[in-house]
């Protein structure tokens, strides 16, 4: 089967620009996710889909990250704007289910911030 | 929070040594701890899960116990060879939450041929 789908695989923005990443889940999973990993640490949860809703978006900072899976199938994920702290992968990762089952993630997007 | 321990920071071993990562955890409610591997520019893989009611797991050269009285589970490498070098993550689930999953810090093993 695919995996995850992410793109693009490389971002360079300078701060207080915009940027959006998109992800291509694997068919038929209904849950998505979205993680920040910082360089040198473990992901760190953003946003949760269940089919088009969110399930947990509660360490989403909403004053400038934004997400929307329309349709239930691929997801988009918005800076805007962008600061130097926001240099990290962004990792996108499904799953059949929700509720405790291993995921499978993308090879992420590489934000730099300068 | 809710958080995930995760030691060491950095583990060398010879090829055909024996690695072990630890991990303890804070939320009593967790009761799914996943194991990631992940290589340079690629996503985290899941390589070994356990569940809570589970004491040991093992696949091939890989085991995973947990002790849920301590908070504590470990991830055992054994016969390690060149390919097994990369960043570990552990993982515990949230309690009563619908699969998220808090990640340990990593740990990042070479194995010297």
């Known amino acids: 089967e695919a995996g995850v789908a992410q793109s693009p695989r490389y971002k360079i923005i300078e701060k207080r620009q915009s940027v959006a990443f998109w992800c291509n889940p694997i068919?038929?999973?209904?849950?998505l996710y979205w993680y920040q990993q910082i360089l040198g640490q473990g992901p760190k949860l953003l946003i949760q889909?269940?089919?088009?809703?969110?399930?947990?978006d509660s360490q989403l900072p909403k004053d400038r990250f934004s997400a929307e899976r329309l349709k239930g199938v691929d997801s988009t994920l918005k800076i805007q704007p962008a600061k130097l702290e926001d240099s990290a992968v962004y990792l996108c990762?499904?799953?059949?289910?929700?509720?405790?089952?291993?995921?499978?993630f993308g090879s992420g997007t590489r934000l730099t911030v300068v | 929070g809710e958080n995930v321990e995760q030691h060491p920071s950095t583990l060398s071993v010879q090829e055909g040594d024996s690695a072990v990562i630890k991990c303890t955890y804070s939320?009593?409610?967790?009761?799914?701890f996943p194991w990631y591997k992940q290589e340079l520019g690629k996503g985290p893989q899941l390589i070994i899960d356990?569940?809570?009611?589970?004491g040991e797991k093992k696949d091939q050269r890989i085991a995973v116990t947990l002790n849920k009285t301590a908070k504590h589970f470990s991830l055992h490498i054994t016969e390690t060879q060149p390919e097994d070098s990369a960043v570990y993550f552990c993982?515990?689930?949230?309690?009563?939450?619908?699969?998220?999953?808090?990640f340990g810090k990593g740990t990042k093993l070479s194995v010297k041929p």
């Open positions: 990762a499904s799953s059949p289910v929700g509720g405790n089952y291993g995921y499978t």
């Open positions: 068919s038929g999973h209904a849950t």
């Open positions: 889909f269940q089919n088009n809703g969110v399930v947990d």
């Open positions: 939320d009593s409610a967790s009761n799914y």
């Open positions: 356990i569940r809570s009611n589970v």
């Open positions: 993982a515990a689930s949230m309690g009563g939450s619908q699969g998220n999953l808090i």
